[in-house]
């Protein structure tokens, strides 16, 4: 239907056009070529191409109408790819985010995918896309340990990977709770839990990544949660990015392309002072009497390269803990804030982790912080927040990849030079997969439940094999800290 009314309207215009035509003027023929571009452009975003015509669809235009009126990216799964892995669809197409993707659904293709990284390395087209100059690039870098491929992948992730495993600073998080609960303890009876869990996540990763204090729960008194703010708000405005490269267009937005720059730049300088300062200090043995477990990811980062002799250097420290608090911020606060939303709408699963809390923690009326022994043992919470991550992940698809040569995903031929990209939401709202898949049953994750009898990969917030997020048994105990100390202090239900 719609290529229908797009063939109708584009039938149209050339009647409308063609009387200009005749009169042969250079106006006309600028005219016309413009209206060509345009409709090539717009033809381009309901035409699939012809090798990809064996897939089902889901429209751009439906898309992009979800984004605009910033429907729950639940209800847009449901309404638009839902109904076709209920056909049987292990794969659909669609024009985004800039190019025609293939979309997998099927839980064994995207199990074949993500074990096979070798076939499937990460695309560089939206760095591309975006230019040098763009905030997103001045951020991040284009050879961040998320992006990057081959040797220079190996490398980060071989002096980063002892960092992760080694940081686990149950004692930073207990600390930032204790200010969140005195921030909470001041409001009135309704907490604006979203912005709460945005201000102990700033916190929190600032001093557990770089060793920094945003003293976002203490009210931001020198700008930095600010600062970040602004800068991060520039890495997805269409506006910035789209048009960097078009001088003309700057002149409408320069005021604010300014106030960006000068956020990023001034948070690019933050970091890069701390990883030099963190390396002499390093050098100069000043971090020997830390306990490891407690010092923060730069310091681990920094040590490590130091013994690896990987030569990093301050900028390409600076682009990956950029990385990790940008993909460590508003994911964790979203993903806490939902989780506490679930907790209080379900009171039987609220009650059930509060008792577990308390075998462990005490029911005494005093604080006590959680050791990392402590968390190991909370079984249900876990169970908590893994079905929190699959009914409400803070990442609905995976970065596109580009397909390096023909393969086989599950019976479908995928070509070579093919953007692929993984829907983790249909997977995890797929209701032949999961039963009643919007409830919020914990239970899925016990040993020998629901999750167990399942083929192919079906739990994906951190998506998974080599690739898989660096930062996920970080985030894990960040939010096991936070919710057990929020489940032992609530003398009345959350």
């Given amino acids: 239907m719609a290529i229908e009314n797009f063939m109708q309207s584009y039938n149209r215009a050339i009647e409308n056009v063609l009387p200009i035509l005749r009169k042969r003027s250079k106006a006309s023929y600028i005219g016309m070529a413009i209206m060509c571009i345009v409709i090539k452009q717009v033809y381009s975003a309901y035409s699939v191409p012809k090798h990809l015509q064996r897939f089902p669809k889901v429209s751009f235009l439906s898309m992009i109408r979800s984004y605009l009126i910033k429907e729950a990216v639940v209800e847009r799964t449901k309404r638009l790819v839902t109904p ?14 800039l190019t025609w993707t293939v979309f997998v659904t099927d839980p064994i293709a995207a199990k074949t995918l993500l074990l096979k990284t070798e076939f499937f390395p990460k695309s560089h087209a939206f760095f591309d896309a975006l230019g040098d100059n763009s905030p997103a690039v001045q951020f991040l870098g284009r050879e961040n340990v998320a992006a990057s491929n081959g040797e220079i992948w190996k490398k980060q992730r071989k002096f980063m990977n002892p960092a992760f495993l080694r940081s686990s600073p149950v004692k930073t998080f207990s600390s930032v709770t204790h200010n969140l609960i005195k921030v909470i303890e001041t409001q009135s009876d309704a907490v604006p839990i979203a912005n ?56 409408y937005i320069s005021s604010k392309r300014k106030r960006i720059n000068k956020a990023i730049t001034r948070f690019n300088s933050m970091l890069e002072d701390l990883a030099n300062k963190r390396r002499q200090e390093i050098l100069n043995g000043e971090t020997l009497g830390v306990p490891e477990n407690e010092k923060d990811l730069l310091t681990l980062m920094i040590e490590a390269d130091i013994r690896e002799g990987s030569r990093t250097t301050s900028t390409e420290l600076r682009h990956n803990i950029a990385l990790f608090f940008l993909a460590g911020h508003d994911t964790t606060a979203h993903t806490l804030a939902f ?45 908590v927040i893994k079905e929190n991550l699959r009914r409400c992940g803070p990442v609905d698809k995976l970065l ?95």
């Avoid at 379900?346 to 509060?354: L, S, T």
């Avoid at 070579?416 to 249909?426: E, H, L, M, R, T």
């Avoid at 990969?457 to 660096?470: A, D, E, K, N, V």
Wanted: one cysteine or more.
């Fill in 84 to 97: 076709l892995t209920d056909a049987g669809h292990g794969f659909y197409v669609c024009k985004i985010p």
């Fill in 400 to 494: 596109s990849r580009d397909t390096a040569e023909d393969i086989d995903l599950n019976g479908t031929l995928i070509p070579k030079g093919q953007k692929i990209s993984i829907d983790f939401n249909s997977i995890h709202m797929n209701p032949k997969l999961w039963h009643n898949p919007e409830e919020f049953v914990p239970e899925r994750f016990e040993p020998g439940g629901e999750f167990d009898q399942h083929t192919g990969f079906t739990w994906l917030p951190f998506s998974h094999g080599s690739r898989q997020c660096i930062g996920m048994n970080f985030s894990l105990t960040e939010q096991k800290v936070l919710l057990s100390m929020i489940c032992k202090r609530a003398i009345e239900e959350i």
């Fill in 339 to 383: 989780c506490l939303y679930n907790l209080a709408k379900n009171k039987h699963v609220q009650a059930k982790a509060r008792a577990e809390v308390l075998d462990i923690l005490g029911d005494e009326p005093k604080d006590v912080d959680p050791t990392m022994e402590d968390l190991k043992r909370m079984d249900y919470l876990n169970m």
């Fill in 196 to 251: 709460c869990m945005k201000a102990f996540t700033i916190d929190a990763l600032g001093l557990s990544a770089f060793g920094f204090d945003f003293q976002s729960l203490n009210g931001d008194p020198e700008g930095w949660t600010e600062t970040y703010n602004i800068a991060i708000a520039g890495l997805f405005d269409p506006f910035i990015n789209i048009f960097v490269k078009v001088d003309f267009m700057m002149n």
